[in-house]
Each structure stands twice: as structure tokens, then as C-alpha cells.
């Protein structure tokens, strides 16, 4: 009896790839050859036992087919089982060499972009800031400004990154120096101030809320303005009507504007600018965001004819001095006279112990500073990391009190690269051009920033810290945990890749999880 002889994997697998070669010659390759090349696709010789070889090629057939627009219309088709044989077929020889030889590409390091920033802030300091008052736009790329390779760091943008260091460590701690500043809220010209506006208390028509940060405790000023003509009119004097100011839902403001006095004063005399001093008022403010609501009380209907036309003047015209009176734009300018720092919800999450006594201070100094790098950082702390920390937080504590030392030291955070910057630590024993795993502390970020486009929770860093991250149970119970986190409805970009990914492993990654592989 003969021995059989061995037959080599590319003849074995030659007949199982017959009638797919069968279903491309009859149906593809009239069109996708060398002679006419039509959309750059060469499918008459295309090499079907080496697929994954070429995936990005393989990857553009699969598209096709499964949108069902190959072969075009009016031209013969395969039945739908044996297109989707061929396609499933072809997904699953590209995932099976991915998943065998994975690719995950390079993770870069990441700087922040303002959004991320931003959010960041919120969850380590609990201030809530406008990232656009801070930082400029970000560059994007096919339609995100989260991708790495674009997210430079100019020296403009580093003197920008320091300076909104500077002057959210002072609001975070209620600096005692913070000057007088003016914000000014606009209302949306396109808004429709006829009616109830959400938001502001019921019995009001048209307005504005705005959720203001009062630095510190002490006096503040809010200063109206009316829509005005082109004429610098204001507009809807003709009848009375009372302005109202509140301040976390309590009025704190009432003016009266409108009427004969006042309407003959703008039409006739031209008297208009006395009405910016009377809008005006100067009340005190404990520190911390409160609402401010501006809106004018509703009148009865009965009072006159705009409910039989109530869309008559619903839009602006520049120069017509009647109808209802309009919101233009709200500034608060303070604080003055301040009386101290107060009791806000960022003093509160970073002053997590307050000194009784000169000897308790750097103990607590400690305490404070390990909880906010730790977060900041994204990792848990070496010696030298608590040790340059200190060392503002010392210098501070020399020019002033112990406030001033942690403020300084909450600078030194947040401007340090390692929170400005997502960095990804490499294993000391990887081999080169060989995939590892990411590192617990690695994965925590990847997926915070992922799910919530912000820094880690405690819970996320604890178990990265225990090792327990990468247990898959544990993996789907945090992200199901994050999922249900208002944190993930309030994300700038849900679900972003959160690097930037070569185009043959985005194309797997897209068709694969649904969540990214956690490996390199």
C-alpha cells in the first residue's frame, strides 16, 4: 500500500475557494480587471488565499455587497445566500488573522482638547467653566477634534493651558485677590421672547437664564439691556411693563419701564440712555453658581390685542420701536467689597480636611493634594510626584496661608503635561513590534475618556490600581456603570475612537466589538 501525500494548505484549501473565485469571475471581474479598472478595484486576479494580505481591497467588497449595491442595478446578481456567503466568508477570514496577529497600531500621546478640558475640570475641581473662555477651537479630522496626530501643542497654546491654570486654581479655592471682572450673556436673536421661556418662573414672558460662578462672597452688579432699534431705541415702550431679576428662582430686582412718560421720552426726546441706569442693580452674592433669570411679568391678555396676533411682531425689526419689549444681553460685573471665599461646592471637594493647628497643616496639605493628582494624573502617585507637588504647595504657603499653598499646588496640577496630556506607559520587557496588554491604570483612562470624555472616578482608579480592570465581568460592570453616569449623556462626541487608528484596524474595529479592544 502507497502512503497518501501530503497535500499543503493552499491546495487544501483550493476547492473550498472555487465557488467564490466562480461567483467573482462571473459577476465582478467583467468590470474590476486590469483593462478597465473601474474603481480602482482588480478583482480578476485577486489572490483569494491570501485575503487578509490585502484586507483593505477586501474590506471595500464587503461594503459593497452588504449595501447591496454590487453587481449595479440591471446588471445579473447572485441570490442573496450565496452574496452572503462570499461576504461572511471574507469577514471572517480578515477577523480571524486580526485576531491572530492583532494590530492595534501606536497609541500618541493625547493632549486634552477644550471640551475634554473642560469636563475635567468639572469632575476634579466641580467648577464649571466655558472651555471657549479658555482655550481656542481644536484642529478636527473627518469630523472630530479628538484625534491625536492633529491635537498639537503650539507655544501660544501652552501660554494659554498655563494661564487657565492660573485662574481656575484661584477660583477653585476662592482667592481673596480676585479682581472685578464682567461677563455678559447675550439672549439669541432668533429667540422668540413673546411667550414663557423655559427655565425662568412661571408668570414671566421672554428673558433669560444664565447660571453664573460668583467667585467669592461680596457685592455684584446686573445690568440689563433692552433690544434696541437702529436708532438705539428701545423697543416696546408704548404700554407699562415690570422687569424682573431673580436669583435662584428668588426676586431680588423689580423695575417698571414702559408707558406715556417713557415712551415720549425715546420718541420725542431721545432720552433713551437713562434707561440702562435704572435696569441696573447692586446686590450682594454668596459665592458659587447660582441662576440668574431676567424676565418681564406677564399681562393679562385682557390688557390688550396681541393675543388675537400673537405672531404679528414675533421677529425682530430693526427699526421698529413697538411691540413687546425684548431682552438684549445681561452683564454681571463683580465682585466688590468682597467679605470672603464662602461655601462652594469646589471649596467643599477640594478642602477634604481643614488644619486645627500650624502642625496639622502639611498632613492634610498631603491629603488634599495626593486625592487631586491622583485624578489629575490618572494613576496612583510616586514619592517624587508628591514631592515636587509639596514643593508649591510650600512655596504658597510662604507668601500667604494655607489656602494660597493649596491653590499653588492645584496650579502645578493643572498644568502639568501629565493632565494636560493622555501618555500611555510601555511594559519594560515588551519586545518590539509585539502587541501587549494596556496597564490597568491605561485601560481606566482609555475607557473614562471614551464613555465620558473626562478623567477617571475613584471607582475606576481603585480597581485599575487592584488589577481587577482587565477581568472581563469586571470591565462590562464598569461600563455598564458609566453608561448609566449622566456624565455619558453630557460627553462632547458619545462613542469616539479616542485615538487615532491606522485604516485597515479602524475598518476592523468598526465592524468587530462595538467597544475597542483594550490591547496594543
Known sequence: MQAATPQSPASARAPALEPHRALLNQYCAGCHNERLKTAGLLLDKADLARVPENAELWEKVVRRLRAGTMPPQGLPRPDNARVDAFATWLETSIDQAAKANPNPGRALPHRLNRAEYANAVRDLLALDVDPAQLLPSDDESYGFDNIADVLKLSPVLLERYLSAAWNLSRLAVGDPGIQPATATYRVRPDLSQNDHVDGLPLGTQGGIMVRHNFPLDGEYIIKVRLWRTTQDQPRGLEEPHKLEVTLDSARVFLASIGGKEDYDAVVKKFEWQKFDDRLTV?????????????????????????????????????????????????????????????????????????????????????????????????????????????GYYQKGRNKGTFDTGIEMAIRAILADPEFVTRFESTPPNAAANVAYRVSDPDLASRLSFFLWSSVPDDELLNLAAQGKLNDPAILQQQVRRMLADPRFGSAGQELRQPVALSAQSSEHHARSAGVPRFRR
Open 282 to 390: 447692586r446686590i450682594p452674592v454668596h459665592a458659587g453658581p447660582r441662576q440668574v433669570g431676567v424676565a418681564f411679568l406677564q399681562q393679562s391678555e385682557a390688557e390688550n390685542d396681541l393675543a388675537l396676533q400673537p405672531f404679528l411682531r414675533s421677529t425682530i425689526d430693526p427699526v421698529d420701536y413697538s411691540g413687546l419689549p425684548h431682552i438684549d444681553r445681561v452683564t454681571i460685573s463683580g465682585p466688590f467689597n468682597s467679605t470672603g471665599s464662602g461655601d462652594t461646592p469646589s471649596r467643599r471637594q477640594v478642602f477634604t480636611c481643614r488644619p486645627a493647628s500650624a502642625s496639622d497643616e502639611l498632613p492634610c496639605a498631603k491629603q488634599i493634594v495626593s486625592a487631586l493628582a491622583r485624578r489629575a494624573f490618572r494613576r496612583q502617585l510616586t514619592a517624587n510626584d508628591m514631592e515636587t507637588l509639596l
